[in-house]
């Protein structure tokens, strides 16, 4: 049964191991609107997004509708293709990771998951982040996690290499005011629902930390030698992990998300369905996507 249920799964979110985004590809047809842009055009804060470290997105494909979206709020978003140090860091006030990976896990999604950063950078992040920098971590199901893991901890996030999977519909998990899996935060004002498509759960321990999405219930998280391969590998319950968190850190802020697909638009599958902000299921995700970047970069709440 479960070889069937993760067959249907895969078909869903179309990653893996072999041959990543093959059936996943960025969904031409959705176009990001902003009724009432925060900056003017190419005059907002710096967004730089994460492109050095083996990244299974990019700007300018799998994550362009998020690109988009932002630069639709005026912030000026640019791809960084070089390692971490304060100079290149120095010009952001957002600094975006997504689904980094170290080298040796590049087509081989399989334990053990090294870091994607040297102990330098990870440094050269918290240090830039407690000076008044902004980091938006985003990290998927395994092995992404382990990629990041030791980032993560050192502000006060606890990673684990699993997937996060509603058994009982197979179907994207969404995260509710109304029963207490979406938090009251800045982050979530104005909105009533979230959708994610598989991802991690993690722990956040440190109580200077804001949860925003909590599974409730019915969530399945398994921990794979090799991403995707479930047979007989035992699952506990992910009820009151996280999948998405905030906190300030010193002068800056961070935002961590265990679910990359949330933040953009794609089409997977040959029926070419839709994962994300395009999905009709996420059709707060894109509120959500402009509450994240307008909380980390301070934005003026009466030009929102």
């Given at each position: 049964?479960?070889?069937?249920?993760?067959?249907?799964?895969?078909?869903w979110?179309?990653?893996?191991p072999?041959?990543?985004?093959a059936?996943q590809?960025?969904d031409t047809?959705?176009?990001?609107?902003?009724?009432?842009?925060?900056?003017?055009a190419?005059t907002?804060?710096l967004?730089?997004f994460?492109?050095a470290?083996n990244?299974m997105?990019s700007v300018?494909r799998s994550?362009?509708p998020?690109?988009?979206l932002?630069r639709l709020?005026?912030?000026?978003f640019e791809?960084l293709g070089?390692n971490l140090?304060?100079?290149?860091?120095?010009?952001a006030?957002i600094?975006?990771i997504?689904n980094?990976?170290?080298?040796?896990?590049?087509?081989?999604?399989k334990?053990p998951?090294p870091?994607a950063?040297?102990p330098a950078?990870?440094?050269?992040?918290?240090s830039w982040v407690?000076r008044?920098?902004s980091?938006?971590?985003?990290?998927?199901?395994?092995?992404?996690?382990g990629?990041?893991?030791?980032?993560?901890?050192?502000?006060?996030f606890d990673f684990?290499?699993?997937f996060?999977i509603?058994t009982a519909?197979?179907?994207p998990?969404?995260f509710?005011?109304?029963?207490g899996?979406?938090?009251a935060?800045?982050?979530?004002e104005?909105?009533?629902?979230?959708a994610?498509?598989?991802?991690?759960?993690f722990?956040?321990?440190?109580?200077a930390?804001t949860?925003l999405?909590?599974?409730?219930?019915?969530?399945?998280?398994?921990?794979p030698?090799?991403?995707?391969?479930f047979d007989g590998?035992?699952g506990?319950?992910?009820?009151?992990?996280?999948q998405g968190?905030?906190?300030?850190f010193?002068?800056?802020?961070?935002?961590?998300l265990?679910?990359?697909?949330?933040?953009t638009?794609q089409v997977t599958?040959p029926?070419r369905?839709?994962?994300g902000m395009?999905a009709?299921?996420?059709?707060?995700n894109q509120?959500?996507?402009?509450?994240?970047?307008?909380?980390l970069s301070?934005?003026?709440?009466?030009r929102e």
């Open positions: 049964m479960r070889r069937t249920a993760c067959a249907a799964l895969f078909a979110v179309s990653a893996g072999l041959g990543v985004g059936q590809a960025v047809s959705f176009h990001p609107r902003v009724e009432r842009a925060t900056y003017p190419n907002g804060p967004v730089l994460d492109a470290h990244s997105h300018d994550f362009r998020f690109a988009d932002l709020d005026g912030y000026r791809a070089t140090t304060a100079d290149s860091l120095a010009r006030e600094f975006v997504v980094v990976l170290a080298a040796e896990n590049v087509g081989n999604w334990l998951t870091s950063y040297t950078e990870i440094e050269v992040v918290r407690s008044g920098g980091l938006l971590l985003v990290a998927d199901h395994m092995p992404f996690p990629a990041t893991r030791e980032l993560a901890r050192v502000f006060g684990v290499n699993n996060a509603d519909t197979w179907d998990i969404v509710r005011r109304s029963d899996s979406l938090s935060h800045a982050v979530t104005g909105i009533d629902s979230i994610t498509f598989t991802g991690q759960a722990s956040a321990p440190d109580s930390i949860p999405l909590t599974f409730g219930p019915g969530i399945t998280a398994y921990e030698a090799t991403a995707w391969e590998v035992p506990g319950s992910a009820t009151g992990m996280l968190a905030a906190r300030t010193g002068a800056g802020r961070v935002v961590v265990g679910e990359a697909a949330m933040l638009a599958g029926a369905r839709p994962m395009n009709p299921v996420a059709n707060q509120r959500f996507v402009l509450n994240v970047i307008h909380w301070k934005a003026d709440p009466d």
